[in-house]
């Protein structure tokens, strides 16, 4: 064999050489990348895992502190079967809106000829729901709420409240208070509670003082004004675990609640 045909299979073999630790190389490279796509994979599931089991801790802690906040509340339903004294006649009351406007108000069989009154109607009698400004104004005048005492009557009367529900709220160390829910005022995020005002000198459950309406916007979990009633401080936390589409279900399964323990 000569010079040259050595020397082409000296680089023949130095090629292959190249080639096969090319190949090699490229190999490990793989199978690094693979085991650290593998490592990075379970790094993944495990984060994944940790995180749903945090989440679902976080989830039943504030459920176990969402019900103790409820179990804090004795609630009731108090805006039906209010009983009012029995009154009839047929009065023309005056638009408190529109200027030489009245309406036709039946006292007796509780209707209205307003447009207000047309999304209430489908309520029954002595429901607060079913009761329009006018109504309320006639009932008033004509002595239907002499017989309502405490909470009910000053709610009822206090500017005629119209609302769709009503609910009486009891905390050890809170006077009682009164939640009334609207659709128009849910649909901007409000809703209203009644109390009355601490004088000099009461502590919050002695409160005595003016009866007055404070509002809760549940979207930007304030009072307005930022004035809250006697006790807001604990009334806040259990607003807060709820927006305007939940606050009625809450309400109501705080009724159901306090029927069973009571």
């Known amino acids: 064999m000569d010079d040259n045909a050595i020397f082409y299979l000296l680089v023949l073999a130095a090629a292959v050489a190249v080639v096969f630790l090319w190949a090699q190389k490229t190999e490990e490279i793989k199978q690094n990348e693979s085991e650290q796509q593998r490592q990075l994979a379970q790094r993944l599931v495990t984060e994944t895992i940790k995180k749903e089991a945090i989440l679902k801790d976080e989830q039943e802690r504030r459920k176990l502190n969402v019900t ?52 209430r109607r489908s309520h029954p009698r002595n429901h607060v729901a079913r009761w329009c400004k ?17 909470m009910q009557a000053e709610v009822v009367k206090f500017e005629y409240t119209q609302c ?82 939940e606050i009625e279900d809450l309400l109501e399964t705080m009724c159901d609640s306090s029927k069973v323990r009571s």
């Open 134 to 150: 006018h109504l309320l104004g006639a009932f008033d005048e004509v002595g239907a709420f002499n017989t309502l005492e405490g």
């Open 68 to 119: 103790h906040l409820m179990g804090q509340f004795h609630v009731e339903r108090f805006g039906q079967d209010i009983a009012i004294e029995q009154v009839w006649g047929v009065f023309q009351v005056a638009s408190m809106s529109e200027r030489g406007v009245q309406y036709r108000v039946d006292i007796g069989g509780q209707t209205c000829e307003c447009e207000n009154f047309k999304k």
């Open 164 to 245: 769709d529900k009503m609910y009486l709220i009891k905390h050890d160390d809170l006077p009682e208070m009164v939640i009334t829910l609207s659709d128009d005022s849910l649909s901007r995020d409000w809703m209203d509670l009644y109390a009355r005002k601490k004088c000099v000198g009461e502590n919050i459950k002695q409160a005595s003082g003016s009866f007055e309406r404070f509002g809760w916007n549940l979207y930007q979990e304030r009072w307005s004004y930022n004035d809250g009633p006697p006790g807001a401080s604990l009334l806040r936390p259990l607003f807060k675990i709820v927006d305007a589409t």
